[in-house]
């Protein structure tokens, strides 16, 4: 099945600076690439995403980028601010079937002040 | 809009003991569903998934079941618990035409 590493398990940046994390996926037929941000004790909560077609999406501060052929895909939050402290998760799945989301195992973001 | 509710909040149970957790989803017709696991500080470990009513699919062997008795109503269960089985139960749903998952807020199990 699939397998998703996500570098750095854990990101202290100033506040205002950037914090960028990286994600790889073996399976060449994922086509989409959510990222979680989860708050101590609550659920994990969409942010952004992106599908195969797109090698680039902005929301506001958050970019994601997409590199296929090197099965690559990274999160890049651009003026961090104290509230962005939280766990992200990068995951990783083929449309259709059960749509199984594969996790990555999670960094710790902490923006200080 | 849609809703996702899960029950209980949390539950302290002890080893050996019967589980049985509930989810259930509102506005949406026939999503998929699933349930996920988390370990403290861990990442997500999907469980089970269902497609439709009666239906449902084992992803990972974790002495644990699930049913889905209505369209709208995920149950996980089990019926002596191990201490392995503490953690975050996340139930959630996505259209079956689409991979975008919504978390339900989840349950806290302590076994002890």
């Known amino acids: 099945g699939e397998q998703v590493e996500q570098l750095p398990s854990i990101l202290r940046v100033q506040e205002g600076s950037s914090a960028s994390i990286n994600c790889s996926y073996e399976d060449s037929a994922s086509n989409y690439f959510p990222w979680y941000k989860q708050e101590p004790g609550e659920n994990p909560k969409l942010i952004i995403d992106i599908r195969s077609n797109m090698e680039r999406k902005q929301i506001q501060e958050l970019i994601v980028l997409l590199d296929k052929k090197a099965k690559r895909f990274s999160l890049h939050i651009t003026d961090t601010q104290p509230g962005d402290s939280a766990m992200y998760f990068c995951?990783?799945?083929?449309?259709?079937?059960?749509?199984?989301?594969?996790f990555g195992q999670g960094t710790v973001l902490s923006v200080i002040p | 809009a849609q809703t996702i509710h899960q029950w209980p909040v949390a539950e302290i149970k002890a080893v050996g003991s019967p589980l049985s957790l509930g989810c259930t989803i509102k506005g949406k017709s026939s999503p998929n569903l699933y349930w996920y696991w988390q370990a403290t500080g861990g990442t997500l470990q999907q469980l089970f998934y269902?497609?439709?009513?009666?239906?449902v699919e084992s992803v990972v062997q974790l002495n644990l079941s699930a049913s889905r008795p209505k369209d709208d109503q995920f149950i996980l269960s089990t019926e002596k618990l191990l201490l392995s089985h503490s953690g975050f139960y996340l139930c959630a749903w996505s259209l079956a035409s689409q991979n975008t998952l919504y978390f339900g807020a989840g349950t806290r199990l302590s076994v002890l």
């Open positions: 995951a990783a799945s083929v449309t259709g079937g059960n749509n199984k989301l594969t």
């Open positions: 269902s497609i439709t009513v009666g239906q």
